[in-house]
């Protein structure tokens, strides 16, 4: 169910991943303060449109703006992961204990590219301490 979407519209609540390096800014100006950058691979709650190609974006730690394309080429730089994921998060809850019903990587970090720590088999029982 994680499955990117192709479509690039993005919208108010919409989750998106980065497929590049982003540079998260204070503002929406260009001119504004960086705030991050973020590698490729890191999930983003999209919390405003702005401008032209420029969102408000959040993923928990960093608050910011970014550019969902290229100016030049205007490749994508996130791309839109299905819209009905919040749903899914809402069954579970930070605190809570679970039983691991299919094979699961437990990573060093959100990134979906970040170092696999183990592969928890089924029946695994785990505890919630971060949602991101």
Known sequence: FWGMCSDLVLDLGDICETVSVVTVREE????SCVVAELD???RLGVLEIGQGRRIKVTNHSI?????????RLGQ???????????????????????EVMSNAMLRAA???HSTVISTLPVG?????????
């Open 110 to 112: 959100q990134a979906v």
């Open 40 to 42: 490729q691979g890191v």
């Open 124 to 132: 695994t029982q785990i505890k919630i301490v971060e949602i991101g």
């Open 63 to 71: 608050k910011g703006w970014i550019s969902h394309k290229k100016r």
């Open 28 to 31: 929406e100006s260009f001119e």
């Open 76 to 98: 994508p730089l996130v791309t839109k992961v299905q819209p009905q994921l919040d749903s899914f998060l809402d069954d579970f809850n930070v605190g809570g204990d679970y």
